[in-house]
């Protein structure tokens, strides 16, 4: 193996170091199975082999056993002149079995077997030089099965197990090649494996690498095959979106924040200028100290609007949730506001069904209608009727806060709940452009849901609590 | 009256305790809680104002230590703006709480309305200011002899009203009491409530009980 593993020569920056490779979770993995394979193979040979060798012994005693009975019985009816001749035309024959037939002294009488077996039934012999006339065969086994003739004479047929080691040997050479390419394969494959494995982490790593160092426009490349990388090249990629959503909405935020502070910031300062001034009689001064206390007041409003929706956001006042009585919020409210909303010239409808309860906080579901209540005083004109409705429906109860006034074109309808924004022709009418996104943050820490909707004429601000 | 102002900021010291000397009482301040656990244990105090954020020792703790210790003083805490969490446990702990930054006139309102709290012992069945009567378990407003016919939420202003007769309670004091709203509306809400309600016990009496305190609240109190 190479110290370095060069995964795909046409990019010259994958140089993956052998031991990176190594310690990949994949490559671990391969070379784990390339071994159980291995030891597979090896079980698999050991039984094969077994089984082989005790077949074909078998075989050879079988043939054996029945040259023994046919000689047996050329024996019975020829007599022993016969059996000489019948087995000196055998070995004669090369390649054939090997015999030896003995006379009571132990006399060789034909055959090609050597040596005098004190014993009958199966022995294992030395096959003597002259035995099947191979010079190698000198010190090899002969396995010969004696049977007693009549009249002492004892008849020998056996069979040179040289071919069953040979066939052992070529077994086991197969069997070990065999297990070489399966380790070699095993390990190769893994060290593919992981090489395209690391290749594809890589990717990500550079592009995580890129983006760290400053290049948040990146993305991860995709190869459009739909596999687990590629989901996860998606999935990245999505979450990166969002974080760069994210950060162009805090861009924003801090932008209108900074545009929408410097207005009474520096009216606060020209206020302050004026109050240097020497000549100013004490009227003066405490009328221009007075209105530069007020721009102070925005500016802290402001603050405390935006620090206060942060703090909803955050999502820690559920812990505080109890139980609300929803229709005496809204009650609270509409009384709050009627003579407010009389005085105006407005009229103020109420319609709201007795005992809708929720989990909530109820100072900041009072602030919710408070505001929204407030929004159509501020954006409606005198004559106006406000309604504030509240009704129980099977799977949620249903708010609402509606006017008839000039409404919201439906393409800014979603822009308003957003920090700072304002319509165009609300830009000079007093407010922080905070009430509807504090609403908007309200209304998602009670897991409600919250429509603009068109109430021809006017605005319908519906807001649906779960139950 | 003799305050216990524990506090940190060196600026915000100076200006409460300039503020509340004018106004003839005592200040004592401690710039953290170690002195004002000290100063509160060895002194009698009439209100406490404590300021939530501390070096060391957090406000809510030094109060809950000097509670512990059995000291019932009324207490104010001073929390920092948009901390609305803070308002749960500062009303738990203690008896007030006030957003930094804050009008001092609302501070002194404030400070007033504690120092001077009945204690609780005291059951009130009836209120009275010069010939103005509330009965609060008949839930009847007399004045001169004469009922005055209050809409739920007018008896309550006025109750609250009646109960800190003779000091200035602002708008924001109203708004918490007698409305639970904790926000600053945009509206002059309490303004409208205020002038109606004058006109229910006010109009078509030889005196004028409810006044207005420019830029600071309102006062109930007997002409004298």
Redesign the interface.
């Known amino acids: 193996m190479p110290s370095s593993w060069k995964p795909c020569a046409a990019q010259d920056i994958c140089f993956v170091p052998l031991p990176r490779i190594v310690r990949t979770a994949s490559f671990r993995l391969s070379a784990l199975y390339a071994l159980l394979f291995g030891g597979c193979v090896l079980l698999l040979g050991a039984a094969a082999f077994w089984s082989t060798r005790s077949a074909l012994e078998q075989q050879l005693s079988r043939r054996i056993e029945a040259e023994q009975a046919l000689l047996e019985q050329e024996f019975r009816h020829n007599g022993i002149d016969g059996l000489v001749a019948t087995v000196q035309q055998r070995t004669r024959v090369r390649g054939n079995l090997d015999y030896f037939v003995l006379d009571p002294a132990g006399k060789r009488l034909a055959g090609d077997l050597p040596g005098n077996p004190d014993r009958l039934g199966w022995v294992e012999l030395p096959s003597g030089p002259d035995a099947g006339g191979d010079e190698n065969s000198e010190n090899e086994t002969v396995h010969v099965l004696v049977k007693p003739l009549d009249g002492g004479y004892r008849l020998g047929v056996g069979e040179d197990i040289e071919q069953v080691g040979e066939l052992e040997e070529t077994f086991l050479g197969i069997l070990a090649s065999a297990l070489g390419l399966v380790l070699v394969l095993g390990v190769g494959g893994g060290l593919l494996l992981s090489a395209a494995f690391l290749r594809r982490v890589d990717r990500i790593t550079r592009t995580a690498d890129a983006i760290i160092g400053g290049d948040l426009s990146r993305r991860i490349e995709r190869t459009g095959s739909g596999d687990d990388f590629d989901h996860l090249s998606a999935t990245l990629n999505a979450m990166l979106d969002r974080i760069a959503g994210l950060m162009e909405n805090l861009r924003q935020v801090s932008n209108d924040i900074a545009h929408d502070l410097r207005t009474p910031l520096s009216r606060l300062r020209q206020d302050l200028e004026e109050a240097q001034k020497r000549d100013l009689d004490a009227a003066d001064l405490k009328s221009v100290i007075e209105s530069a206390v007020a721009e102070a007041d925005v500016l802290?409003?402001t603050?405390?609007a935006?620090?206060?929706i942060?703090?909803i956001e955050a999502g820690?006042?559920r812990s505080?949730f109890r139980g609300v009585d929803l229709s005496d919020v809204l009650r609270?409210v509409a009384?709050?506001?009627a003579?407010?909303i009389e005085?105006s010239g407005r009229a103020l409808r109420v319609e709201i069904a007795d005992g809708v309860r929720l989990s909530g906080d109820?100072?900041?579901l009072?602030?919710l209608f408070?505001n929204l209540v407030?929004n159509t005083?501020?954006h409606t004109p005198p004559g106006s009727t406000i309604t504030l409705r509240l009704a129980r429906q099977p799977a949620c109860a249903v708010a609402e806060v509606a006017d008839n006034g000039a409404g919201i074109p439906a393409d800014e309808r979603v822009k308003v709940l957003r920090r700072f924004y304002r319509l165009e022709r609300s830009r000079t009418t007093?407010?922080s452009g905070l009430?509807l996104s504090t609403v908007a943050a309200i209304v998602e820490l009670h897991h409600a849901a919250i429509e603009l909707l068109d109430n021809e004429p006017g605005l319908r601000v519906v807001i649906r609590f779960p139950a | 009256m003799k305050v216990l102002l524990i506090e940190d900021d060196v600026k915000t010291t100076a200006y409460v305790k300039r503020g509340l000397e004018e106004h003839g009482h005592v200040v004592d301040t401690a710039p953290n809680g170690r002195d004002g656990l000290f100063l509160a244990a060895g002194e009698t105090y009439d209100v406490m104002i404590v300021d939530r954020m501390l070096p060391g020792l957090d406000g809510l703790g030094i109060v809950k230590t000097v509670r512990a210790a059995g000291v019932t003083t009324p207490v104010l805490f001073l929390t920092t703006?948009?901390?609305?969490?803070d308002?749960?446990e500062g009303l738990e702990v203690g008896d007030d709480y006030l957003?930094k930054?804050f009008a001092f006139a609302e501070l002194l309102a404030r400070i007033n309305a504690l120092a001077r709290r009945p204690p609780i012992a005291q059951v009130l069945t009836i209120l009275r200011v010069a010939d103005l009567e509330m009965d609060l378990i008949g839930r009847k407003v007399r004045r001169a002899g004469r009922e005055i016919d209050l809409?739920p939420?007018e008896f309550r202003l006025l109750e609250y009203l009646m109960r800190n007769a003779g000091r200035v309670v602002t708008r924001t004091m109203l708004l918490e009491r007698v409305?639970?709203?904790?926000?600053?509306?945009?509206?002059?809400?309490v303004e409208?409530?205020i002038?109606?309600l004058r006109a229910k016990i006010d109009r078509g009496f030889d005196a004028e009980l409810l006044e207005t305190v420019r830029g600071s609240g309102y006062l109930l109190r007997a002409p004298a």
Do not use: C, D, K
């Open positions: 802290l409003e603050f405390s935006l620090l206060r942060a703090q820690t006042r505080a609270t009384e709050a506001y003579p407010a005085e109820r100072g900041l009072s602030q408070a407030e005083l501020h007093p407010g009430g | 703006m948009g901390g609305i969490e308002r749960v957003v930054p809409q939420r409305w639970e709203f904790h926000f600053e509306p945009r509206t002059n809400i409208t409530h002038s109606r």
